[in-house]
């Protein structure tokens, strides 16, 4: 197979293929940073600005210019900065870096802005990843977000159609999704119970498909191919029931990762939305509050949920709370109780420790409590407590304690006239009121930069999840072709052509061409990306020798289907289908996954109503009408015990002797669990189709069986997968299972 270079940037990084290196490395340049100074603009053109919840005290910020690393013939250079900021690597809040660019770079008539992004350096794997980052086209300077430090380049590419092959800008992403379609995602997200759906999916292929690198720089050893694929139809497809092209865990795995970055793409774009919006209308604030919880309920979206409903609940809930609070009366307050409060650290005379809290400390409380609350109503009720319990606690001191608060007090102000206070309890309730007043209005501004924290922390996630993604499709695929030769005997194939079919118009043929090789069959290596771009073909076709396989009919076409990371085709000897009809003695049944959607787990989990006849679970009527009847039918068993027990039954192999039998030229019956199954024979593939239905438990088993020879050849084994359906719909339940079996060919 031909092999195409990509023109991924990290790749080449990788292989240090850089023809040219200029001036620079080891220009130093620094500033001391505190918490009065937490910005700073410096000699070489680069601004950081940790914002006011970073620092402690004061840091020595240095900057590091790197040699500049440039590559003229795919077009780029690499301005580098390291960043130290003393021995502090990991931030507790995003902080903001600008980084000047060169707009001279690109080529004439590209737009200088679109032709540069931002990357970090890995420390521990040494690869460049992606970063928040926006552009300043006015200041022409990239704005970088970031939570930790570490070495950021700054990337040009002379041709802006190139910067999406190799840097992901989200922003660029978020401003492109429709918020309608955005809400619409959401929308159906809810309804459908956190359930994955064609929304998102497609939604998640049309970002992907806007990345014109990663439509065509990364398609690998498959070819130049095009953009015209149908990217968002492809991914709908992989998933379908019974799709005759890939494995169903692939096809799994890639719908459910294309479902988690729709989803969580949409949900940025709202949070953008209501950050950037000063009154968001109730049916939204509604649906994003729900969305949240949906997905904390799931693990692969509940760092995102978490994120979510954090922002959710400071937008809303919280900002409301501290807007009311502030209103409240703030009345002259015991100057000993508020220095005890606002500034008093240190142990108190029976031994107990006191550390006032800084805007910072109440920033990462705050942060603290609503993670560990993610519902607005406990979340709030929590931070009501904690800012009482705050504001009441200098009043449970006895009087030594506050004796030793104003020693302190006179010892660092010179102040001769503080005496302990001694107010009654109503007075006490006027100070602690009047002071909770003045903390609100303090921590008022840490509530809207928290805001911007959790969106920003979402961001991240839906970052990640998009290279998670990108590296899913660009795994590489091994593809083996191997005939099956009985001993003794040559090849029936050597020397044929080989073709995958059908290709795609943009695909390039002789990327998926070959030749067979004797014993030795053929071997090649793709991209999963690369696979969908070429049309995602099906089927592989053999020619003889000296045949066209443009015009010329093939001698052999045998169907697969694909899986990761190897997937091996074979060719000849396979049994026939009359050697295949027999009894299995051995067969067994083995479940490897349960699907249970989240609504009907709900249901089925619930308590056994009054009104429930028999046994049945659900209390709303959602399975009555299924479950009453059947607890009826099997003696009170109650159905909801039997699906949920499923899950406890995975991967252990049941005995499951079965029979095949023939009823035409390479078809017949085959029973399972007493229900007749039909079965079509390919005996050029070795694939035997099984589909059953049963109308009464309206329940449906399909599959394809793959058939064999033993290792000497003195019998056939059959074994394969099958998806089981029954009772609900497969959006809501079904079951896969692994039937093996064999059988003698000795009389």
Not at 584 to 603: H, K, P
Request: proline letters at 3%; aromatic letters at 8%.
């Amino acid at each position: 197979m031909k092999k195409t270079v990509s023109i991924l940037l990290v790749t080449v990084l990788l292989l240090g293929n850089l023809t040219g290196c200029d001036g620079g490395r080891g220009k130093n340049d620094g500033a001391t940073l505190s918490p009065e100074t937490t910005s700073v603009t410096l000699s070489n053109g680069v601004s950081i600005d940790l914002g006011v919840y970073v620092l402690d005290g004061e840091e020595e910020l240095t900057v590091t210019k790197q040699a500049v690393e440039e590559n003229k013939d795919e077009g780029y250079k690499i301005e580098a900065y390291d960043f130290k900021l003393s021995d502090m690597t990991e931030l507790s809040d995003f902080i903001t870096l600008r980084i000047p660019y060169d707009t001279a770079y690109c080529e004439d008539g590209q737009d200088p802005a679109k032709c540069v992004g931002a990357m970090y350096k890995n420390e521990t794997t040494g690869k460049w990843e992606d970063v928040l980052f926006e552009v300043d086209a006015t200041a022409n300077e990239l704005i970088i977000y970031t939570d930790h430090l570490s070495t950021f380049g700054v990337f040009h590419v002379k041709n802006e159609g190139q910067r999406s092959a190799k840097i992901t800008n989200i922003y660029a992403d978020i401003s492109g999704i429709d918020q309608q379609e955005a809400t619409e995602t959401l929308r159906k997200y809810v309804a459908g119970g956190g359930a994955d759906g064609e929304e998102a999916a497609g939604l998640a292929a049309r970002l992907i498909t806007g990345h014109n690198g990663f439509m065509s720089g990364m398609a690998g050893a498959t070819g130049d191919v095009g953009f015209a694929t149908d990217f968002t139809g492809t991914i709908l497809n992989m998933a379908s029931l019974g799709s005759p092209t890939f494995d169903t865990s692939l096809a799994d795995s890639a719908y459910k990762k294309m479902n988690k970055l729709g989803k969580v793409a949409a949900a940025v774009k709202i949070g953008a939305v209501m950050l950037n919006t000063e009154k968001t209308d109730a049916d939204t604030l509604g649906l994003y509050k729900d969305t949240a919880m949906l997905a904390l309920s799931y693990a692969e979206s509940a760092v995102w949920g978490l994120a979510a409903s954090g922002l959710f609940i400071f937008d809303y809930t919280i900002s409301n709370m501290f807007e009311q609070s502030m209103a409240m009366k703030m009345d002259k307050i015991d100057q000993v109780y508020v220095y005890f409060n606002d500034q008093f650290s240190g142990t108190l005379d029976v031994g107990n420790g006191w550390k006032a809290r800084s805007l910072k400390d109440w920033r990462q409380v705050l942060i603290d409590i609503v993670e560990a609350n993610p519902n607005e109503t406990d979340a709030k009720a929590a931070i009501e407590k904690e800012i009482d319990h705050y504001a009441r606690y200098f009043w449970t001191l006895g009087d030594m304690e506050k004796a030793v608060v104003v020693t302190d007090i006179k010892d660092k102000s010179n102040k001769g006239s503080v005496t302990v206070p001694n107010p009654t309890q109503a007075e006490i309730e006027t100070l602690v009121g009047a002071y909770k007043a003045q903390l609100y209005e303090r921590l008022y501004p840490v509530t809207q930069s928290v805001k911007v924290y959790m969106q920003r922390k979402a961001e991240a996630v839906y970052l990640a999840a998009l290279n998670e993604v990108k590296a899913f499709f660009n795994q590489t695929i091994t593809f083996n072709i191997v005939e099956n030769i009985p001993d003794g005997e040559k090849s029936q194939y050597d020397g044929y052509a080989l073709r995958f079919a059908p290709l795609s118009e943009n695909a390039v043929k002789e990327s998926w061409s070959g030749t067979m090789k004797g014993m030795g069959g053929a071997s090649t290596n793709f991209t999963l990306l690369g696979y969908v771009q070429a049309g995602c073909p099906k089927e592989l076709r053999l020619f003889k020798p000296g045949d066209d396989p443009e015009s010329d009919e093939p001698e052999l076409a045998v169907g697969f289907k694909l899986s990761t990371p190897v997937t091996e085709v074979k060719i000849g000897g396979a049994p026939t289908f009359d050697e295949l009809v027999g009894s299995y003695e051995d067969g067994t049944m083995t479940i490897t996954s349960v699907f249970i959607s989240d609504t009907l787990r709900a249901e089925l989990e619930k308590p056994a109503s009054s009104e429930d006849s028999g046994k049945s679970s659900g209390g709303d009527g959602f399975l009555d009408s299924i479950t009453d009847e059947l607890n009826e039918q099997y003696a009170g068993c109650d159905i909801a015990d039997v699906l949920l027990g499923l899950e406890e039954q995975i991967g252990v192999a049941k005995e499951s002797p079965f029979t095949l039998s023939k009823t035409g030229e390479n078809v017949g019956i085959l029973p399972l669990n007493g229900s007749p199954g039909n079965v079509t024979y390919d005996p050029t593939s070795g694939i035997l189709k099984f589909n059953m239905n049963d109308a009464e438990l309206k329940s449906s088993m399909s599959g394809e069986l793959r058939a064999g020879y033993n290792g000497d050849k003195s019998g056939v084994v059959l074994s394969g997968e099958l998806k089981m359906t029954a009772l609900f719909p497969e959006s809501d339940f079904y079951v896969m299972l692994k039937l093996d079996g064999s059988k003698s060919l000795k009389p």
